[in-house]
């Protein structure tokens, strides 16, 4: 086996300079670095904006959530109050307003049925 000229059992493949093929991949590893360099500032932005947009969603969730159980008590008062009223002596009331209404909308129907 030869000796290298910088001493050792390995073959010299560069002591620095540019001889060989060193200033031939110097150029390429630091395009390549650039590059890398370019995709990862684009991967941190997107993982940043992804950040943001998910802090918005949870917020907007959030919100929802509150959102639906107010109109969940809302509703839970109407319908105690429904109740409340169909179950007293104030059913009849209810009965007597249903036919009402029932007779005052037949009675518009009528005339319009019969004045055109």
């Not at 390995?10 to 001889?19: E, I, R, V």
């Amino acid at each position: 086996m030869r000796r290298a000229a910088g001493g050792g059992n390995y073959p010299h493949y560069g002591n620095g300079s540019t001889h060989g093929g060193d200033s031939v991949l110097e150029p390429e590893n630091d395009r390549m670095t650039d590059e890398l360099k370019g995709k990862i500032n684009s991967l941190k932005s997107l993982s940043i904006e992804i950040g943001s947009e998910v802090r918005d969603q949870n917020r907007y969730l959030g919100d929802m959530d509150n959102e639906f159980d107010s109109a969940g008590g809302f509703l839970g008062k109407a319908m105690g109050r429904v109740k409340k009223l169909a179950s007293g002596h104030q059913s009849y009331i209810v009965v007597y307003l249903a036919l009402f209404s029932f007779t005052v909308f037949f009675i518009i129907w009528l005339l319009v049925k019969f004045t055109s």
